[in-house]
């Protein structure tokens, strides 16, 4: 039997949020994380709306995961997120201990690979899952955001 359930299935998830904040004119990364095949915060990037740097879609799910678990730890969580975490985002991963991360495209000049941030050493780290379609997203709002100016 398949697992239905794979870092595919939940990375489809994660974008479907990217595509909310794309119909919102923000930059489109989505988030969810999933404990135990559950769905437990889904979010996305709201720095214009919010008018607010940090509200990147990992920091609001990691608000979302700990208020739904009544913890501040993630233990047991996995985070999907459709773009490689920038270093603020790894930095507060890192504080939750989250279990597992998953990411879609990477950010070759933010993401906290370049930044040389680490997570936790307990935290997995899982990188293109479905990087495609999450850049391509991000390639579509680029484009569409020149053609305005
Ligand atoms: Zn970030």
Redesign the pocket.
């Known amino acids: 039997m398949i697992n239905p359930f794979d870092d595919t299935y939940f990375m489809k998830k994660a974008l479907q949020e990217a595509e909310l904040a794309y119909e919102k004119g923000e930059i489109p990364v989505g988030a969810i994380i999933v404990v135990k095949d559950r769905v437990i915060a889904r979010t996305h990037n709201l720095t214009e709306l919010l008018n607010d740097v940090t509200a ?1 879609a ?2 609001q799910a990691i608000t979302s995961a700990a208020n739904f678990l009544g913890g501040k730890y993630l233990l047991n969580c996995t985070l999907y997120v459709t773009l490689e ?2 270093q ?2 790894a930095g507060a991963l890192y504080w939750s201990q989250i279990s597992k991360v998953v990411y879609g495209a990477s950010d070759v000049q933010r993401g906290f690979n370049t930044m040389g941030t680490q997570l936790h050493p307990k935290t997995e780290v899982v990188g293109g899952v479905l990087a495609e379609e999450a850049s391509a997203l991000m390639k579509r709002f680029f484009i569409e955001k020149r053609n305005l100016n």
């Open positions: 990147h990992e920091m975490p920038c603020m985002c």
